[in-house]
């Protein structure tokens, strides 16, 4: 297939919106961001199915009345975040390729960089990490695309960009990282790309009733406070034409009471998706500017709680649960590793709220929750969600840790059935826990009346600063005399994510030569801001 006429366009685009259907249940379970607005499954196939039923009103399938078609479906089947940028990415595709009799590779490659500029200029504040992503990388890679012979290799290599675009989604935002899951809009459209491809290959039925969906998997949402309460959606018509200054004031208006904006104006119907605590407001403005086509407006945080709410329903209620706050990924395997049934990101210089510690305590689902703040700044914060979480019924135990290594000990050799047991020899393991933490000074300072250089090495023994010293070597040598390490046997060191092989290599040989009875462990920690966290039994 070197060329695409009206016919196959409309096969295309419908082959898409099937094989989005058939992952809608998966998509929505992905719903994580913006955390609610709808379901990001139902809210695409919705926006595809619209257009859908427009190709099939259609009497003439001109290359050009099916873009229009495509075009015109998709904007007023629009629904959510995800729908209205989704129909903005048809829109710029259509809109570049409207004088086209027939398409080329070349041509369709044209029409990805019109869906992602029109989708972009939708969007008020665009988010790297989502469905615009991954029309963004397509784009990058046109140069690439418009070199393929055929429509089969061009959807192909499309689908093969869009899932390795989708798989990096999680390091573009906290929010999917937190979760462990990709971006529900991104994968999505990986998923009509890949309707594309199986209709160019030859599969050209298309069923759009009765679609089996897959399974989702099942996923945590965290509960969250929201700022803004309802997903509020408008299609207008116009009364006169909508001038530039006008379409700047009211998307000015807009990002004033609330967000997650997406505006635009597609001949004389203006449409627009906003998070607001004021529906009515809206409403007035822009009836001011013409009449009503359709209006949705939905209350996200009754939405959420219902699915949250669900998804603690289905986890079984356990006796005594434990809650960390880790500062990397390592660490947060290890203490998984050792039993610890949620983890909550943080640590030096990114304190985890008092609402990321409470939502982890509802997360564990148990009638004894036990919290390991691992730093001192984290304390106060998990004693507040203890208070919260204790109205709810839920019994919290904030065990005083000021370090990580305090909680690993704690897991270790943690001894009984009962919470009171089990209590008594964590404390009693905290007391004898033995942390040594190695970071770097980023500027000239004094600490406990000590001078500190820029650069310099500090090492810390549990709180207190024993070293500081330009040469690693001799921070760990004042370090292990202090804690006489020479009495111990273990010592496991967590690699942080600063830290250089050559650092590793002069804490393994220097700590070899000079304690050869101690057995010495790395393992990646994955820490910001500290090279080097360390555990003496």
Do not use: W
């Amino acid at each position: 297939m070197t060329t695409i006429n009206g016919s196959d366009m409309k096969g295309i685009f419908m082959k898409g919106a099937e094989n989005l259907l058939a992952h809608r249940d998966e998509i929505n379970a992905l719903n994580v961001f913006p955390v609610p607005d709808g379901d990001t499954g139902s809210n695409m196939s919705s926006t595809m199915l619209e257009a859908c039923k427009y190709l099939e009103n259609l009497t003439d399938e001109k290359l050009s009345k099916v873009l229009d078609a495509i075009k015109r479906g998709t904007l007023m089947g629009a629904r959510g975040n995800s729908g209205v940028i989704l129909s903005q990415i048809f829109r710029g595709f259509c809109d570049t390729l409207s004088k086209k009799s027939k398409l080329t590779v070349a041509d369709f490659v044209k029409g990805i960089k019109g869906a992602k500029e029109t989708s972009y200029k939708a969007v008020l504040r665009p988010v790297e990490g989502t469905i615009l992503t991954v029309i963004r990388v397509l784009d990058e890679h046109s140069k690439e695309l418009s070199n393929l012979e055929s429509f089969e290799a061009l959807f192909e290599k499309m689908e093969e960009i869009a899932l390795d675009t989708v798989k990096k989604t999680p390091s573009l935002l906290p929010k999917l990282k937190e979760a462990n899951v990709v971006d529900a809009g991104a994968k999505g459209l990986y998923y009509i790309i890949q309707g594309f491809k199986m209709y160019a290959l030859g599969d050209t039925s298309i069923n759009l009733e009765g679609v089996e969906t897959r399974p989702s998997e099942e996923i945590t949402i965290a509960y969250e406070e929201l700022t803004y309460q309802y997903c509020t959606e408008l299609i207008v018509r116009a009364k006169r034409p909508i001038t530039n200054g006008t379409q700047k004031q009211l998307e000015n208006y807009l990002n004033t009471i609330g967000d997650s904006v997406v505006f635009f104006v597609q001949d004389d119907i203006i449409k627009l998706h906003v998070h607001t605590n004021n529906p009515g407001q809206v409403i007035e403005e822009f009836l001011k500017h013409g009449e009503l086509l359709k209006v949705k407006i939905d209350n996200m945080k009754e939405q959420h709680e219902h699915v949250v709410g669900e998804a603690y329903a289905k986890k079984e209620r356990k006796k005594i649960a434990y809650v960390a706050v880790s500062p990397g990924e390592g660490i947060s395997k290890v203490l998984k590793d050792l039993g610890v049934d949620e983890i909550i990101s943080g640590g030096q210089s990114m304190n985890p709220s008092m609402a990321d510690i409470l939502d982890a305590i509802r997360r564990a689902n148990a009638e004894n929750v036990i919290v390991f703040p691992n730093n001192s700044n984290i304390i106060l914060a998990a004693e507040q969600a203890a208070k919260t979480a204790e109205q709810e019924g839920i019994k919290v135990y904030v065990v005083k840790t000021t370090n990580v290594q305090q909680s690993i000990s704690a897991m270790i050799y943690r001894v009984g059935e009962e919470i009171e047991e089990i209590i008594t020899s964590i404390e009693e393991t905290i007391r004898k826990t033995i942390a040594i933490s190695i970071t770097v000074a980023v500027r000239d300072s004094k600490y406990a009346g000590e001078k500190i250089k820029k650069d310099e090495y500090l090492g810390f023994l549990n709180k207190e600063l024993v070293a500081h010293h330009k040469n690693l070597v001799n921070v760990l040598d004042k370090i292990y005399q202090r804690c006489k390490l020479e009495e111990h046997e273990i010592l496991t060191v967590f690699v942080g994510s600063s830290a250089t092989p050559i650092e590793q290599s002069i804490v393994e040989k220097y700590t070899k030569k000079k304690y050869p009875n101690v057995q010495i462990e790395f393992i990646e920690g994955g820490q910001p801001h500290y090279p080097f966290l360390m555990m003496v039994e």
